[in-house]
């Protein structure tokens, strides 16, 4: 009976995380964002998996995955902490890498390059001191091998609707610390714990006292969603828009559609309509029109296929 239950419960996972087509036009210039990537800097991602959307109606937000970026493997000072990563990751060592909590994988270490077509955004902590950035990412590897935490997903959407049969706190692991438990974990807690260990501010709650004095309560990191790095006003955010727009006034040159022509979030109905209806675009008809970024690879390979 419980290899049934096992084969059920991978089947399901199997199908809540396999991922839906790309789009066809990537939001953020890859090999910009991740040139930009420094150590210890959280990424977010728009996933495309049927768990991704779940995610988004939960905590109203279009970012569902939250990862550290570690840097490369030369780049971890302590010897032990690189070795715990050669057990993890086989692959290239001057491969960039992030650490991530995954529902059907756990706490894994993996290639930035994994998330190449899809929508990501750097939050950056501002002013972490380069020791502090090195035992955040250390607390996070050791979190290697961790088991997902399915449970605390499931007290997060509780958490977070407004309407419920059950008292949201009642029987929620949410509000429990089980220190002789399993350790199990799910993308932003572990992050925002990797944080508290060096008193780093995410969403602190700030008691003002009468006398003018501020205290700082740090946050239970249970209840971290990926879009409180992106609203934290402690961390940077850094975009690198697939198309930049850094020129004063370049964006009138963009080639645009007839306005009569609205994109209501359906791709797949959309090109068809456009390729339909719309004319060719007589103002811009190259990349290179545009004025891209002075070696911008994309932009090339791209003007290449035209």
Same mark, same amino acid.
């Given at each position: 009976?419980?290899?049934?239950?096992?084969?059920?419960?991978?089947?399901?996972?199997?199908?809540?995380?396999?991922?839906?087509?790309?789009?066809?036009?990537?939001?953020?210039?890859?090999?910009?964002?991740?040139?930009?990537?420094?150590?210890?800097?959280?990424?977010?991602?728009?996933?495309?998996?049927?768990?991704?959307?779940?995610?988004?109606?939960?905590?109203?937000?279009?970012?569902?995955?939250?990862?550290?970026?570690?840097?490369?493997?030369?780049?971890?000072?302590?010897?032990?902490?690189?070795?715990?990563?050669?057990?993890?990751?086989?692959?290239?060592?001057?491969?960039?890498?992030?650490?991530?909590?995954?529902?059907?994988?756990?706490?894994?270490?993996?290639?930035?390059?994994?998330?190449?077509?899809?929508?990501?955004?750097?939050?950056?902590?501002?002013?972490?001191?380069?020791?502090?950035?090195?035992?955040?990412?250390?607390?996070?590897?050791?979190?290697?091998?961790?088991?997902?935490?399915?449970?605390? =997903? *499931?007290?997060? $959407?509780?958490?977070?609707?407004?309407?419920? %049969? !059950? /008292?949201?706190?009642? @029987? #929620?692991?949410?509000?429990?610390?089980?220190?002789?438990?399993?350790?199990?974990?799910?993308?932003?807690? =572990? *992050?925002?714990? $990797?944080?508290?260990?060096?008193?780093?501010? %995410? !969403? /602190?709650?700030?008691? @003002? #006292?009468?006398?003018?004095?501020?205290?700082?309560?740090?946050?239970?990191?249970?209840?971290?969603?990926?879009?409180?790095?992106?609203?934290?006003?402690?961390?940077?955010?850094?975009?690198? /828009?697939?198309?930049?727009?850094?020129?004063?006034?370049?964006?009138?040159?963009?080639?645009?559609?007839?306005?009569?022509?609205?994109?209501?979030?359906?791709?797949?109905?959309?090109?068809?309509?456009?390729?339909?209806?719309?004319?060719?675009?007589?103002?811009?008809?190259?990349?290179?029109?545009?004025?891209?970024?002075?070696?911008?690879?994309?932009?090339?390979?791209?003007?290449?296929?035209?």
């Amino acid at each position: 009976m419980s290899d049934v239950v096992q084969w059920l419960a991978k089947a399901l996972s199997d199908w809540l995380v396999k991922d839906g087509p790309p789009p066809n036009s990537p939001l953020c210039d890859f090999k910009r964002l991740n040139f930009e990537l420094r150590l210890g800097d959280v990424l977010l991602v728009e996933g495309r998996s049927r768990i991704s959307e779940v995610i988004k109606i939960i905590t109203q937000s279009a970012w569902t995955h939250s990862a550290i970026y570690i840097g490369r493997l030369y780049d971890i000072k302590d010897p032990n902490l690189q070795t715990l990563i050669a057990k993890h990751f086989q692959g290239d060592p001057s491969e960039q890498l992030l650490i991530e909590s995954l529902l059907h994988e756990g706490t894994i270490v993996a290639p930035v390059s994994k998330y190449h077509m899809d929508h990501l955004r750097i939050c950056r902590p501002t002013g972490l001191d380069p020791d502090d950035a090195h035992a955040v990412i250390g607390h996070a590897i050791r979190g290697l091998g961790s088991s997902y935490d399915v449970r605390h =997903l *499931l007290d997060l $959407a509780r958490f977070f609707f407004p309407w419920t %049969i !059950l /008292p949201r706190r009642w @029987r #929620s692991s949410l509000f429990e610390h089980n220190a002789g438990g399993p350790t199990r974990t799910v993308c932003s807690c =572990l *992050l925002a714990e $990797a944080f508290n260990q060096v008193n780093f501010p %995410i !969403l /602190p709650f700030i008691d @003002r #006292s009468d006398d003018g004095s501020i205290r700082f309560f740090k946050r239970n990191p249970r209840l971290f969603t990926p879009k409180d790095f992106d609203y934290s006003p402690y961390f940077n955010i850094i975009k690198y /828009p697939f198309l930049g727009l850094d020129d004063l006034g370049v964006y009138r040159r963009l080639p645009w559609c007839d306005e009569a022509m609205m994109y209501n979030d359906n791709e797949s109905e959309f090109t068809e309509q456009a390729q339909n209806y719309c004319e060719p675009c007589a103002t811009v008809t190259h990349l290179h029109e545009v004025k891209p970024k002075t070696g911008d690879e994309t932009y090339q390979q791209l003007e290449n296929k035209t």
